[in-house]
């Protein structure tokens, strides 16, 4: 059967009869809506006589104009015992569940006919349906059984699936950076969008130099070298890169010491501003990934160390200013 309605929102139905002797008895009815034909097939019933007859009734549908929906119907035909292919719903995979709430069901199965309907909680008694398998807002941790259905000329299949979901964590999105070699590079700081700590870095060229997720280029060579980065959940985990470009920097001492060190960086409450040298007044300023500044003070006639505070400031990336009438230094921290 073929309809291609573009006009309006009409659907009509196509209902098939036969004739069993003494009346006539539907087989089935067909509505729908497509640009490509459709095959469609019913089971007659045993006790139709061996000659008999046939015939198609056109049931106009209840909204728009129901001529807009004209179905055609092309090779009627009776087959005696047609070959069957069975209905094939399918088995479950073993693919670990790793969501954050939603999941396509087709996923969890493998070898199935794509015509079939979902159910939830089974198709005995379902309170939730789809053919698409697209389910939302389910629960981390809790067992959901979804019966898969498919049913064709020859038959029904059925296979059952328990749904059980573990967080997929997030490593966050790629980053590339530039230092030369006298500088140390905290990795996780390069990475942008919503990174989850306590993730494990790994050293992908065995460039050397890397310790609790920070790179000491001193005895690496100029050169670029990926570093990844991998969060778990369970079964689930997700992985980020970080590309660094080791810069030799001439005209630089390999030996200096940067007048912008911070330690520890990641930090969890203080933070230490190290070899600090302010004649006068100067400002510290702490900035949000966004440039917002979120915290300022004033200081005056530091020379050496300068502790900052940052517990009360939620888990993120910042950037550190301190910046006095001769000079302005930044340096990124990771707050954890």
């Not at 009409?10 to 490509?36: H, M, P, Q």
């Not at 939730?128 to 979804?146: H, I, M, P, Q």
Request: proline share 4%; with cysteine; charged share 15%.
């Amino acid at each position: 059967m073929l309809s291609n309605n573009i006009s309006d929102d009409a659907v009509n139905t196509v209902r098939t009869d036969v004739w069993n002797g003494s009346a006539w008895v539907e087989l089935g009815t067909y509505s729908g809506n497509n640009s490509e034909w459709v095959n469609v097939a019913y089971l007659i019933p045993a006790n139709v006589p061996t000659v008999t007859k046939f015939r198609l009734v056109q049931e106009d549908g209840s909204v728009g104009q129901s001529y807009y929906n004209d179905l055609l119907v092309d090779d009627f035909y009776v087959i005696d015992n047609p070959p069957c292919l069975p209905a094939e719903a399918g088995t479950p995979t073993t693919t670990p569940n790793c969501s954050n709430g939603e999941v396509e069901l087709f996923d969890l199965i493998t070898g199935n006919d794509m015509d079939g309907t979902w159910y939830y909680p089974n198709a005995v008694s379902p309170t939730t349906t789809s053919a698409t398998g697209n389910f939302v807002n389910l629960v981390e941790g809790t067992d959901y059984t979804f019966d898969y259905v498919v049913t064709n000329f020859c038959g029904t299949d059925t296979v059952s699936v328990t749904y059980n979901y573990e967080s997929q964590p997030n490593a966050g999105n790629d980053g590339t950076v530039t230092y030369c070699i006298n500088h140390t590079v905290v990795l996780i700081q390069e990475l942008s969008g919503d990174v989850e700590f306590g993730g494990t870095w790994s050293d992908d060229d065995n460039a050397g130099g890397l310790v609790n997720g920070i790179v000491h280029p001193i005895n690496t060579a100029p050169g670029m070298y990926n570093y990844s980065y991998v969060v778990t959940n369970g079964a689930c985990t997700d992985t980020a890169m970080v590309a660094v470009t080791i810069d030799g920097c001439l005209g630089v001492d390999a030996n200096e010491v940067s007048t912008s060190e911070v330690y520890p960086n990641p930090v969890a409450d203080v933070l230490t501003i190290a070899n600090l040298t302010i004649d006068g007044n100067a400002t510290i300023a702490l900035l949000d990934v966004q440039g917002k500044v979120v915290y300022t003070a004033t200081i005056s006639n530091v020379n050496g160390n300068y502790e900052l505070d940052l517990s009360k400031f939620e888990n993120g990336i910042y950037v550190v200013e301190v910046k006095s009438e001769l000079d302005i230094q930044k340096v990124r921290v990771v707050k954890h």
